[in-house]
């Protein structure tokens, strides 16, 4: 089952390389970008494209981060709980064997 699943993420990797190639061969335009305060040089469509959803992916990662640090907090504290919650019925469990000997 675990080479498929490799197998099947190779196969998924393989297509977006390609894509990935395919669009940036086929957006070869240069275009300059006018941003309000500063010009940015030219350079080929695909690649500001790119740079755009990379931009994308780090600020909505960084937008995640909150909700990720708050339930890994929240799954410690679960788990100490849990941990505690194990000890007392261990205890409570030899108590009884005690009782009944």
Same mark, same amino acid.
């Given at each position: 089952?675990?080479?498929?699943? @490799?197998?099947?993420?190779?196969?998924? %990797?393989?297509?977006?390389? &390609?894509? @990935?190639?395919?669009?940036?061969?086929?957006?070869?335009?240069?275009? @300059? %970008?006018? !941003?309000?305060?500063?010009?940015?040089?030219?350079?080929?469509?695909?690649?500001? !494209?790119?740079?755009? &959803?990379?931009?994308?992916?780090?600020? @909505?990662?960084?937008?995640? &981060?909150?909700?990720?640090?708050? &339930?890994?907090? %929240?799954?410690?504290?679960?788990?100490?709980?849990?941990?505690?919650?194990?000890?007392? %019925?261990?205890?409570?469990?030899?108590?009884? !064997?005690?009782?009944?000997?």
């Amino acid at each position: 089952m675990r080479w498929i699943k @490799g197998l099947f993420l190779a196969v998924i %990797l393989l297509v977006v390389i &390609l894509t @990935g190639i395919l669009f940036a061969v086929n957006n070869q335009q240069t275009i @300059g %970008l006018n !941003l309000i305060w500063v010009e940015l040089p030219p350079v080929s469509l695909s690649v500001w !494209l790119l740079a755009a &959803l990379a931009v994308g992916v780090v600020l @909505g990662m960084m937008a995640m &981060l909150g909700v990720y640090v708050r &339930l890994r907090a %929240l799954l410690a504290r679960a788990e100490r709980q849990n941990k505690q919650q194990r000890k007392e %019925l261990d205890s409570l469990r030899t108590q009884e !064997l005690k009782e009944l000997a």
